[in-house]
């Protein structure tokens, strides 16, 4: 069985749309997306998250800015963000050009308008457990869509491949927690593990984020497991208009055989992403009201 994100992603939008319907445009809360230099996917990733905004009638601007940009006029833009009242979400799209600092740039953002959770500020309320933490949108997304489909996560064994900032060590904070749509038992495999497989196929809960293109064979999954898989390599194909296709980390065809639900890619954690990016935006717009 396929777990739709792109299904669920819609109904949370649909979601998201009524509970802003009666706020007047004005009063309603704004997502900002800073945009530094001209990176392709980071493009059509923000162009897709001004879209989603729209749909909702969530109020957003796309803040471009140029790749020469200097440090000091990016903490600049994001402290006029952070003290404009109809501002409620900031999130600077990853990767930044080389010159400028993720960690600093990240520290400038308030943390309650912080919806992207990127501010230690966030991740240390994650570690802790505490409630009011802004969660990464893909962890968070992950966590969603495994609840909104009645997979029980408590005392399963969750592996995550991949131990990035954005998403494996965010995830593992997230389900390693006492509560609620958590308390899993979780192991994070990396380049450095050994016999990766040995782990992988013991996962009840497997999710692949390594932004390896079909790295997970049938053969690495156990019968019956649940496949996330979050990659989204874009592979060279000339039979397509663009020229290339996107594929996750899963050899999904083989191992659809096998798991008992797998995310598509695309359609499967992507578009839970920008659900939650919006959603943590209305979180922070409750919370102010
Ligand atoms: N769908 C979405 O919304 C969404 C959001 C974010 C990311 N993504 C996708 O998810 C993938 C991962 O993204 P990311 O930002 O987390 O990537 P990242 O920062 O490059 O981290 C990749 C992680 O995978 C590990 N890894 C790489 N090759 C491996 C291998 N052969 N075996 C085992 N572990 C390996 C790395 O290990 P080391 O730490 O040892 O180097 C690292 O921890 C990418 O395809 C990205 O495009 C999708």
């Known amino acids: ?126 570690l802790m457990g505490e409630p009011s933490a802004f969660v990464p949108c893909t962890p968070l997304g992950i966590q969603v869509m495994l609840e909104r489909n009645n997979v029980d996560i408590q005392g399963r064994h969750v592996v995550i491949a991949g131990r990035s900032n954005i998403v494996g060590k965010p995830l593992a904070c997230l389900l390693v927690q006492k509560g609620k749509n958590a308390n899993a038992t979780v192991t994070v495999v990396h380049s450095r593990t050994k016999n990766l497989a040995a782990f992988s196929r013991e996962a009840d809960i497997l999710v692949a984020a390594i932004g390896q293109p079909e790295f997970f064979t049938a053969d690495m999954v156990g019968e019956g497991a649940v496949v996330i898989d979050v990659g989204q390599n874009r592979i060279d194909d000339p039979a397509t208009p663009r020229g290339y296709r996107l594929v996750g980390d899963v050899a999904y065809d083989e191992v659809a055989e096998k798991a008992s639900l797998i995310t598509p890619v695309p359609g499967g954690v992507g578009p839970m992403t920008i659900a939650m990016l919006l959603s943590n935006t209305l979180t922070a717009f409750r919370r102010y009201a």
Request: charged share 25%.
């Open 1 to 126: 069985m396929i777990l739709d994100g792109k299904a669920l992603a819609k109904e949370i939008h649909a979601e998201i749309a009524a509970e802003l319907a009666p706020v007047p445009i004005e009063e309603r809360p704004k997502l900002v997306a800073v945009l530094v230099g001209d990176d392709a996917a980071s493009q059509i990733y923000v162009n897709s998250k001004m879209r989603a905004c729209k749909k909702v009638g969530m109020p957003s601007e796309k803040l471009e800015l140029p790749a020469s940009l200097s440090q000091e006029a990016l903490l600049e833009h994001i402290e006029r963000l952070n003290a404009d009242p109809s501002v409620y979400g900031i999130l600077v799209q990853l990767p930044l050009p080389q010159h400028l600092n993720a960690l600093v740039v990240a520290q400038a953002i308030a943390p309650d308008k912080d919806v992207d959770g990127v501010h230690p500020v966030n991740y240390g309320k994650l």
